[in-house]
Every structure is written in C-alpha cells, then in structure tokens.
C-alpha cells in the first residue's frame, strides 16, 4: 500500500489509516491525519527530510519516517 512519503512534490492522496499505536501515530490523528482527508505535498527540503505537507487548510512539517505511517488509499 502507497505511504504518504511515496509521494512527490505537488502530488496529493487520501489518507487510507494510520499505522502504530504509539504516541506518533496518537499525534498524528490529532492533527488531523484521519481516514478520509486530502493531503497534498508542497515540497521537500534540500536533502528529502524533512518534507512540507498541507492538510485541513494548514501545512506542517514532517519527517519521512512519520510520512511513512500514514496509509494512502488506492486511487
């Protein structure tokens, strides 16, 4: 299954689940990384990590092994 970090700059998917139970992937439902929501990539920094996303009307900051917990859905 496609990973949020699978995607490239520009690219947006609908997020399938969030994998873990852990407090990454709690903090991550809690802002806003639930079933169902559109999240778009706005770019990468100069090295891929971290990566700058745009989800709910505000981006944030991720790093690619956070971006790897979030499932996309099949398109």
């Known amino acids: 299954m496609k990973t949020l970090a699978d995607l490239g700059p520009e690219e947006q998917g609908r997020i399938h689940s969030v994998t ?3 407090g990454v992937s709690q903090r991550l439902a809690e802002l806003g990384f639930t079933s169902g929501q559109t999240v778009q990539i706005i770019r990468f920094a ?3 990590d ?3 996303i745009r ?3 505000f981006s944030l900051a991720l790093r690619l092994h956070e971006a790897k917990r979030v499932r996309l859905a099949e398109q």
């Open 20 to 22: 873990g139970t852990d």
């Open 46 to 48: 100069p090295l891929g």
């Open 50 to 52: 971290p990566m700058q």
């Open 55 to 57: 989800i709910r009307g």
